[in-house]
Structure formats: C-alpha cells, structure tokens
C-alpha cells in the first residue's frame, strides 16, 4: 500500500503541491487528472523518489521511500516518465530488457528473457524489436518504453500520460492492457490520463488535482459528475449516459 | 563467429606491417634467419610500440565511449573535454614538485589533477546542457585551452619546456621496452567498463530512467569519471596526449552497432585500436626515414571527422 503524508513540493518561492495526504488503494487502475500544471507529474514523480518532496514523506508498503534500498525499490515500483526522452540509439529489444535490470542486474536468466518476450508481445510490438529506438515514430517508442516498464514487472506501475502520441486504438489496446495486469497479476496502475473518457471507461479510482491540491477522490463513478469536472478543468462539461459509463462532452 | 575474424585479421595484418616497417632492416622472410640484433630491435622496439599502439587506441575508445554515455552527449570525449589537458597539468605539477618522480607518481598526478579537472567540466557542462548539445563540447574545448596555456606558462617558468614538449604531441616512437608497460593498467580498466556496461547504458538514458531501473545515478557516473581520467592518465604519461580516438571512434562504431555498451565495447576497442595503428603506420611511412608525430595525423583526421558530425542531420524528429 502506498500513502503519502502532507507532502508539499516548493519550486523556488512557489508552491506546486500543497499539503497532499491521501491512502492510495491497491489493485486498481488509478487515474490522476487536472489540468496542465496542476501538479501530477510532481506527485507521482515525489511518490516514486524521483525528486525529494520539500516537506512531508510517503510511504510504501510499510517504510518510507528515503529508507527504501533504490535497488530493492526497483523491484517493486517503476515509473515512466512524461515523454521520456533519449538520445542513447539501442534496439526496442535492449530497452525492454533493460526492464528486467532491477532483477538480473546484468545477468539474465531464462526467467528474464520469458519476461522480455511477454511484454513484447503483449504490446505488440514483437515486429519492431530490432529497430533502434531513435528511428521509431512518437508512438512506436512510447510504446516501447511501456513494455520496458511491463517488464520491470513490478507490483505498482507509475505511468505519467502513456496515452502520449497514440492513436486512439493503441490507446484502448494500453488501458486494456492495464486492467489485464490489475486483473492477472494483480498490480496497482497508477497513471495520468487527460482525455477525461478514457478514465470514465478504464479508471476504478481517481484522484482530481486543482493548483497543487488533491481536491477530490474517491470511485470513477463518483468523480464522473458535470460539477467536479467543471472544477477541475474550467470548462463546462456535461455528462451523458452511455451504456452504463459517463461519457464527458465539453466541445462547444 | 565471422564478424570477430574479419576484424582478427586486419589487426593482424596491421600488427605485421607494423612489425616490419622502420629504419632498421627487417622483413617478415627473414623471420626465421634473425640475427640477433634483429631479434633485439624486435623485442625491445617494435613490439612494444605495437602493443602501447593497440593499448592506448583501444582504452582511449573505450574511455570515450563511457564519457559520451554518462555526459549524456555525443560530442564528449577526453579531448574534447579537456581531461587531457588536466593530465598534462597534472604530470606538469608532478615533475615541477618532485623532479625525480616515477611514471607511477606521474600518472597519480595526472589522474588526482583531471579528475578534479573533469568533474569541474560536468559541473559547467550540467549548467549549459540545456542550451544546445554542440555548447558543451565547445566549453570543455576552451576550458581545455586554458589549462593548457597554463600548464606552458608554468613549463616555461620552471624552464621543463623540453621535458614537457613530449607529452605536447603525442608519440609512440619512445616507446621501448621498460619504459610503457604501465600503459597495461589499462587492459583491466576496459573489463571492469565492460562489469559496468548496462549501467553506463541506463546512466545515459538519464537520471529518471536510471534511478526508477534502481541504478544509484550518481554513483555510476562518478565511477565511469573516475575509470575514465585513469586511462587518460596512463595513456598521456605514458605516450603522450592522443587526440580524438576517444570521440570518432564510438560515434562511427554507433552508426552501424548503435549505442548499448555491452554490444559495442569489443567493436569500439578493436576499432580504436586498428585506426591508431593504421595511424601509426602512416606516420612512419609519409615522410620515410622521418617520423610523423601521430598527435598531428590524428588531429587532421580527427577534426574532419568532428566537423562531419556536427553537421549530421540528426536522426529523429
Ligand atoms: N523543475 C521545475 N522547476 C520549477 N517549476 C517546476 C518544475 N517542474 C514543475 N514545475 C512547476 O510545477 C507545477 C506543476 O508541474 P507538473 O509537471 O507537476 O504539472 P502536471 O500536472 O504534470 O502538468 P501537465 O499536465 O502539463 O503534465 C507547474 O506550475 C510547473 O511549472
Ligand atoms: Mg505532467
């Protein structure tokens, strides 16, 4: 279980989060949403040690992450980042093994070449595993580093705005692939997503952040409300029923 | 293994030319009616400068190879960071301060003066990287340049210019035997490069990847320096600064191989070693009897090469 206390992140004078505690449940899918600089990319990456919070601390499974072992962590938690970028020219192949890092350290093992060829083809991208990744399109590549994290196999996945650069199909293929993952094996998703339908569909969880404030959270059904999601990204938004989901409409 | 054979031959036809390339007579049919001082020029001339040839090609690649992956930077190599520039510094402050200091002592100096040196150039590069890839070469390039009127000034001052003059231009036709084998110090470095080869990997795919792979950022790319300033080190007290190796090699070597370290290290070592070799042959036979000093061959090639890859379309959007 992951919980964070109080954490605050100060850049400079400004604070970009502010206070947030919360419980996250386990073996979900759990969205972030809010709107362009409201603060999601800090939480998660504050949650996943990537950047200290300036106050406050989180907790997973137990211990504190600045007491966790970053190898041993690793094992239990990944985060891709928003647009990785790279200018390192390896093949998809070498990348998605480099998931399986944190287990072999460098020595792989049946186990860690299984767990390569699974990621790989469960994201379907078995055809590209000997293109280097810097001559791939935005999408093949963002979906290249999903299978890295895939492979990491790790039991809460921290994915800020995956559905970059893809189409609408890889899109459902991804947020199918994580409910596969939540449901299989068990896992915890955490991830961004800014077109608000696909979390109304895919999401079991949400977390709403407005200015650096965790202001709501709580069920996707309960979040799925015009009055919310007005608050949350300035527009008015209207909520429709469409067999038994909402669906959000904000084009005027 | 076709590749590996290939690549065992020409080094090995490269190894022979060089063997019987010199003032003194001595051609591969008389391997076998050998005089005995011809077996003396053999063992204690030409096989040593083969073999600090090969050493010193092969390491400075590798050593390139570490630095373009842990600075994150294509254009990043010893030379182009000036950490060759510290070392002359820093066998310049050995000389000054103990005239009578070992090779050993020498290359402390070296290494203690280009690690510091080096890691000042990350902390520069770290503030200009954002602004344009090319800026950070160009800093260690000037950077380097100070150093080295500093280091003239100081050889001028306590009146070493002679003794310095050979580490100005590097070259291999001092190399006799008893007086380069500590250039073999560098042979362990490259397997313990080759230990850490994912690692450098995942360090250049930056600090977010590689902590969340569960890699300690900081302290693989504090080893990569270290392991890097070594070979420089032993390289220019040992045959003086070579330029260059350590930045074309690994970028040709990419174009075809890419850029995981664990897949290119042999390639990268193997090249470096057959180009400064091919290199060396050159020098000796341009302007037969004389020598060329292979600092200034490579400095030609070298810089062309740069050049041909500043201006390379870069390769995605
Ligand atoms: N390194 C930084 N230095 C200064 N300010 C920063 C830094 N990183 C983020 N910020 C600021 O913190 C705020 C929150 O940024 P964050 O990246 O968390 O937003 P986000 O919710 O992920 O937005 P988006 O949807 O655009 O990705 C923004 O106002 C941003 O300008
Ligand atoms: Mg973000």
């Known amino acids: ?252 | 293994m076709p590749a590996f054979f290939v690549q065992f031959i020409v080094l090995a036809m490269l190894a022979l030319c060089s063997l019987f390339i010199g003032v003194a007579d001595l051609s591969p049919s008389g391997i076998f009616r050998m005089n005995s001082e011809q077996i003396d020029i053999l063992s204690i001339s030409r096989i040593p400068r083969l073999c600090s040839v090969i050493v010193a090609g092969a390491s400075l690649s590798v050593a390139g190879l570490i630095m373009q992956r842990i600075t994150r930077n294509r254009f990043v190599s010893p030379t182009t960071a000036g950490t060759m520039e510290w070392c002359k510094l820093g066998v310049m402050a050995a000389i000054i301060c103990m005239p009578e200091a070992s090779s050993a002592m020498r290359v402390f100096g070296a290494f203690a003066v280009s690690l510091a040196g080096t890691f000042f150039f990350m902390a520069v590069a770290g503030k200009v990287q954002n602004r344009g890839i090319i800026l950070v070469p160009l800093v260690g390039i000037m950077m380097g340049g100070v150093v080295n009127a500093c280091s003239t000034f100081f050889a001028y001052k306590y009146d070493i210019i002679q003794n310095m003059a050979a580490w100005l231009q590097g070259n291999f036709s001092l190399v006799i035997a008893g007086n380069y084998e500590l250039l073999y110090f560098s042979v362990p470095l490259m397997f313990a490069a080759y230990f850490y080869a994912d690692r450098f990997t995942i360090a250049g795919m930056g600090k977010n990847t590689a902590t969340s792979l569960g890699l300690n950022y900081k302290s693989i790319v504090n080893i990569g320096l270290v392991l890097v300033t070594v070979i420089s080190s032993i390289t220019v007290v040992g045959v003086g600064n070579i330029p260059f190796v350590g930045l074309v090699v690994p970028n040709i070597i990419s174009i075809f191989k890419g850029d995981s370290v664990k897949n290119i290290l042999w390639d990268t070592a193997w090249f470096g070693a057959a180009l400064v070799l091919l290199c060396d042959i050159a020098c000796r036979v341009i302007i037969y009897p004389y020598e060329i000093p292979i600092g200034v061959v490579l400095s030609i090639i070298g810089s062309f090469i740069f050049l041909g890859l500043l201006t390379r379309k870069p390769r995605h959007a």
Request: with cysteine; aromatic share 8%; hydrophobic share 35%.
């Open chain 1, 1 to 252: 279980m992951i919980s964070t206390e109080n954490i605050s992140k100060k850049y400079r004078s400004e604070l970009v989060l502010k206070g947030v505690s919360t419980i996250l449940p386990t073996g979900k899918i759990i969205a972030f949403i809010g709107s362009n600089g409201a603060g999601k990319s800090t939480l998660l990456n504050i949650i996943s040690r990537l950047i200290p919070p300036s106050e406050g601390s989180v907790v997973i499974d137990g211990k504190k992450t600045s007491l966790w072992n970053t190898g041993d962590l690793a094992k239990t938690l990944t985060i891709l980042g928003q647009s990785p970028q790279s200018e390192t020219r390896i093949t998809v192949k070498d990348l998605v093994s480099f998931g399986r890092f944190p287990h072999s350290n460098g020595e792989t093992t049946p186990d860690d070449e299984r767990a390569v060829a699974e990621a790989l083809n469960i994201t379907g991208i078995e055809t590209l595993k000997d293109r280097y990744i810097d001559e791939l399109s935005g999408g093949q590549r963002q979906m290249a580093y999903i299978a890295m994290s895939v492979a990491q196999d790790t039991k809460y996945i921290l994915l800020d705005e995956p559905l970059n650069n893809l189409d609408m199909g890889r899109s459902v293929k991804i947020m199918k692939l994580m409910q596969k993952l939540v449901k299989e094996k068990s896992k915890t998703i955490f991830v961004v997503v800014h077109d608000i339908n696909f979390v109304s569909f895919y999401a079991d969880y949400v977390l709403a952040l407005k200015d650096g404030i965790l202001k709501y959270q709580g069920e996707t059904e309960s979040i799925m409300r015009p009055e919310i999601l007005s608050d949350i990204y300035d527009i008015d938004i209207t909520v429709e029923n469409y067999r038994g989901k909402k669906i959000c409409i904000y084009y005027k």
